[in-house]
């Protein structure tokens, strides 16, 4: 029972590298959201989706971006990174059909970055 | 002023003990609530759903104020496993993909 898979699990970059965390879900979930946590924070919204093809911007969607070809997968990319970047960072996904599990968020095991 | 709000401890109390967290919102048209739980760099996991009725699971008892909009969260009989960290999350409208999260309260319960 997979849930929502993220990887890498680490990661170590240097200023204005780019890199992609990858997120894939095999609950056949509809919606899926990157958030990003800093430290003593709560989960602040990147980007999400609410089905493939269609994607949105959340609170703090500057310097990445999101595609959604799949239902099964959420790429989130980094295009320059930045120290300030330095985060984890968990993707979720949630359906609103299921009966009582409706719009409960199901989160991976979350991406620890750092930017050097 | 955040959407979401908590307060933010920490919380440090006896086993045994009755701890309360509480959470408002702002934005009146939110339709769901929920307390999920965090352990130390851990995801986050669901705790409860928050009903208009109330409910309860065990030790642990969610109530929903819409008139006041807050949500809060009873736990009773305190165990050292419950320390953690609690975060609220409400969605507004039918979007499930787009929760706003309260940035948490820590419970330590200490022997």
């Known amino acids: 029972n997979a849930g929502v898979t993220q990887t890498p699990k680490f990661q170590v970059l240097k200023t204005g590298q780019s890199m992609t965390l990858q997120c894939a879900q095999d609950?056949?979930?509809?919606?899926m959201s990157w958030y990003r946590q800093d430290p003593g924070m709560g989960l602040r919204l990147i980007h999400y989706?609410?089905?493939?093809?269609?994607?949105d911007q959340g609170e703090v969607p500057n310097g990445y971006n999101v595609s959604r070809s799949t239902t099964e997968d959420f790429p989130l990319r980094l295009l320059s990174a930045a120290p300030s970047q330095t985060s984890v960072y968990f993707c979720?996904?949630?359906?609103?059909?299921?009966?009582?599990?409706?719009?409960?968020?199901?989160f991976g095991a979350g991406t620890r970055l750092s930017v050097l | 002023r955040k959407e979401v709000e908590q307060d933010p401890g920490p919380f440090n109390v006896p086993e045994g003990a009755t701890v309360a967290f509480n959470c408002t919102y702002s934005?009146?048209?939110?339709?769901?609530f929920f307390w999920y739980r965090q352990d130390c760099r851990k995801e986050p996991k669901l705790l409860m759903s928050v009903y208009s009725s109330g409910n309860e699971d065990g030790r642990f008892t969610a109530q929903l104020n819409r008139a006041s909009q807050y949500i809060s969260l009873l736990i009773r009989d305190s165990k050292l496993s419950d320390s953690a960290t609690y975060l609220c999350a409400v969605n507004i409208g039918t979007n499930a993909g787009k929760s706003t999260f309260g940035d948490g309260t820590t419970l330590t319960v200490k022997p």
């Open positions: 979720a996904s949630s359906s609103p059909r299921q009966g009582l599990a409706k719009n409960i968020q199901y």
């Open positions: 989706s609410v089905g493939a093809g269609i994607t």
């Open positions: 934005n009146s048209a939110s339709q769901s």
């Open positions: 609950m056949n979930h509809e919606y």
